[in-house]
T-cell receptor
Framework: DAKTTQPPSMDCAEGRAANLPCNHS???????VYWYRQIHSQGPQYIIH???NNETNEMASLIITEDRKSSTLILPHATLRDTAVYYC?????????????FGQGTELSVKP | SQTIHQWPATLVQPVGSPLSLECTVE??????LYWYRQAAGRGLQLLFY??????ISSEVPQNLSASRPQDRQFILSSKKLLLSDSGFYLC???????????FGEGSWLTVV
């Protein structure tokens, strides 16, 4: 699975949009971009995933560049409870082996 | 609804003692199940995965073993714990369409 690069930390004001970038320049054609987040001492929580089109769900939006070499996770109205480490992962959809390579992620701090 | 649970949530065990962590999934059949470990830092290491009853694949040689006695039950074990086995252990399952991996609540193991 391809490697991803994320900034180690970011701050965001409560109520504002949080935009978390991720570079995945070596992504291959069958690999999806997944986002998870992990609050301390809890299991990673699935947020969203996409292949090449932008995606939106009740938690976030995912914007993938046309060349698919980078993406941005958007939390439209960040709350204090969104403070967590956010992981960007690329993975082949039918990879039954379950290998998820979690990098260091981005530690997002939402401040009042 | 589909859920995943693991227990115990916290465990303190002496060196040389046995270990048993259990994971169960509800609301699905024949899931792919996984055990991960998250040691110091943030990376997740895949330990074992199972595509069916009695079928276990090991990703890294170690002091641990896994078993799948029932379709929706996955057990992580050790006969004699080492200090290096301390960490945060996560059970996970893969949705039937191969789309997404969901994680359990996690189990903190401290070997003393």
């Amino acid at each position: 699975d391809a490697k991803t690069t994320q900034p180690p930390s970011m701050d965001c004001a409560e109520g504002r949009a949080a935009n978390l970038p991720c570079n995945h320049s070596t992504i291959s054609g069958n690999e999806y971009v997944y986002w998870y987040r992990q609050i301390h001492s809890q299991g990673p929580q699935y947020i969203i995933h996409g292949l090449k089109n932008n995606e939106t769900n009740e938690m976030a939006s995912l914007i993938i560049t046309e060349d698919r070499k980078s993406s941005t996770l958007i939390l439209p109205h960040a709350t204090l409870r969104d403070t967590a480490v956010y992981y960007c992962i690329v993975r082949a959809k039918n990879n039954q082996g379950g290998k998820l390579i979690f990098g260091q992620g981005t530690e997002l701090s939402v401040k009042p | 609804s589909q859920t995943i649970h693991q227990w115990p949530a916290t465990l303190v065990q002496p060196v040389g003692s046995p270990l048993s962590l259990e994971c169960t999934v509800e609301g699905t059949s024949n899931p792919n199940l996984y055990w991960y470990r998250q040691a110091a830092g943030r990376g997740l290491q895949l330990l074992f995965y199972s595509v069916g009853i009695g079928q276990i694949s090991s990703e890294v040689p170690q002091n641990l073993s896994a078993s799948r006695p029932q379709d929706r039950q996955f057990i992580l074990s050790s006969k004699k714990l080492l200090l290096s086995d301390s960490g945060f252990y996560l059970c996970a399952w893969l949705t039937g369409n191969g789309n997404t991996i969901y994680f359990g609540e996690g189990s903190w193991l401290t070997v003393v």
